[in-house]
T-cell receptor, first 112, second 116 residues
């Protein structure tokens, strides 16, 4: 199936731990994104990569570090997790000049 | 900066009722406009889009018209079904000539519940 796939779907971890979320797309899209959705459903962009190059880096703590080994993958590593990091994180991709996104199904991160 | 404002929810309707979810935007250029839908436990799916003024996007019985004069993109459906229960997001993207590479700015989402 052509899609944007994220792993894991659920992640429960303790404060202070380091964790990673992986994202892969097989749509041939040039641009990939990470969005954070809070408990009130509000979506905010965190990062965007175009052909492995970081192009959007919103006001996100340095504890969050994206990595794009190739244009089909965009991973998110989070250091020293805090309670406020609990949210659903969505990966998405799009073509450069086609601004409809394809979203992954999300990773629900719970920090306890 | 760009922003999107949606009507506050939640919206609760009976099956076959008429749906309107209001959306207005603020943008410096000529954005493209989108509606996304998020079903429970799932990611967002593109519902419809419009790329220039007076365009009408439509899909699955939903429609929205890009109104530049009122900076609006209201979502409508003539007869909702229980299966339409979801969260609906209005969004905009700067035009292709910009350097945003399609960054989407979302509204706050509107929860729709349809009862039988």
């Amino acid at each position: 199936d052509t899609a944007v796939s994220q792993t894991p779907k659920y992640l429960v971890t303790q404060m202070g731990n380091d964790k990673s979320i992986k994202c892969e797309q097989n749509l041939g899209h040039d641009t990939m994104y990470w969005y954070k959705q809070d408990s009130k459903k509000f979506l905010k962009i965190m990062f965007s990569y175009n052909n492995k190059e970081l192009i959007i880096n919103e006001t996100v703590p340095n504890r969050f570090s994206p990595k794009s080994p190739d244009k089909a993958h965009l991973n998110l590593h989070i250091n020293s997790l805090e309670l406020g990091d609990s949210a659903v994180y969505f990966c998405a991709s799009s073509r450069r000049h086609d601004r409809g996104y394809t979203f992954g199904s999300g990773t629900r991160l719970t920090v306890v | 900066g760009d922003s999107v404002t949606q009507m506050e929810g939640p919206v609760t309707l009976s099956e076959e009722a008429f749906l309107t979810i209001n959306c207005t935007y603020t943008a410096t250029g000529y954005p493209s406009l989108f509606w996304y839908v998020q079903y429970p436990g799932e990611g967002l799916q593109l519902l419809l889009k419009a790329t220039k003024a007076d365009d009408k996007g439509s899909n699955k019985g939903f429609e929205a018209t890009y109104r530049k004069e009122t900076t609006s993109f209201h979502l409508e459906k003539g007869s909702v079904q229980v299966s339409d229960s979801a969260v609906y997001f209005c969004a905009l993207s700067e035009n292709a000539g910009g350097t945003s590479y399609g960054k989407l700015t979302f509204g706050q989402g509107t929860i729709l519940t349809v009862h039988p």
